[in-house]
């Protein structure tokens, strides 16, 4: 009795060890499914992080298109401007052709010293504009530059203001006009930021000197009234006056 007991005992055991490995083995069966489904949500998870990478790329086109849009909107109101002021100077220096006023006659005057019209429109252009077109300010210039070439040694200094300085002012303002047509006809190529901050860092410049030129000249007529220095009574110290401050707009002078 004992003994059959015993045997039933081993028996409960055994099949009990039994069960546990199938178990086993069946859990070992379900995880690769398991895991395989774990990799294929990973993978699509990741897919989905993927997109929203494209999108943004998607939103950058627009703010690139408009980017270049406003650049190009920027250009042309600087265009403008420097058209409307060529246009206002031609209208001006008309006028004051009608009134005679030659402030160039004695530059013209002489074989070596010929002037074509589109120089002397040039050296009018930036002379005119930067004297507001008033015909006293432009004759006291005449006064001064004519006082300067018949003197034997400042003829170079009457000669160099008017066809290096102001000339080399006038000629980098119409070609910063036209680096700028040029620039709106070639937008369909790339004009981003960058090539914008390039383009002006070559039409500023220009359109500061005129300014700076500007305000000297002024400065210059005014101190020429008020004898300032002695420079109406002294032609040596007027001659000074003008090499001293004019000379950074020189192209002729290499420390500039």
Do not use: G
Not at 62 to 82: C, F, H, R, Y
Not at 190 to 208: A, D, G, M, T
Request: glycine content about 0%; some cysteine.
């Amino acid at each position: 009795m004992k003994k059959t007991k015993l045997n039933i005992i081993k028996l409960n055991i055994l099949t009990t060890i039994l069960t546990l490995i199938c178990i086993s083995c069946a859990v070992d069966k379900i995880d690769p499914e398991s895991k395989s489904k774990t990799n294929t949500k990973d993978f699509e998870n990741k897919s989905q992080d993927l997109e929203p990478s494209n999108t943004k790329n998607k939103d950058l086109e627009p703010l690139e298109k408009n980017s270049k849009e406003t650049i190009i909107s920027k250009l042309e109101k600087m265009i403008k401007d420097l058209e409307d002021q060529k246009d206002q100077e031609d209208t001006e220096i008309a006028k004051i052709t009608n009134t005679q006023i030659d402030f160039l006659e004695n530059f013209k005057s002489e074989p070596h010293d010929t002037i074509s019209e589109d120089i002397e429109m040039k050296i009018k252009r930036i002379i005119y504009s930067s004297l507001n077109y008033e015909i006293e300010k432009i004759n006291t210039l005449k006064e001064i530059l004519d006082k300067l070439y018949k003197n034997h040694k400042y003829k170079t200094t009457a000669r160099n203001f008017i066809l290096n300085i102001s000339i080399k002012i006038q000629f980098q303002i119409e070609n910063a006009l036209e680096l700028m047509k040029e620039e709106i006809e070639d937008a369909s190529e790339i004009l981003n930021q960058e090539r914008y901050e390039i383009l002006l860092k070559h039409v500023e410049p220009s359109l500061n000197l005129k300014q700076k030129f500007e305000k000297i000249l002024n400065e210059t007529i005014k101190a020429y009234n008020q004898d300032l220095d002695n420079i109406k009574s002294n032609e040596d110290q007027l001659a000074k006056h003008m090499d001293e401050n004019y000379k950074e707009f020189d192209p002729l002078n290499l420390d500039y």
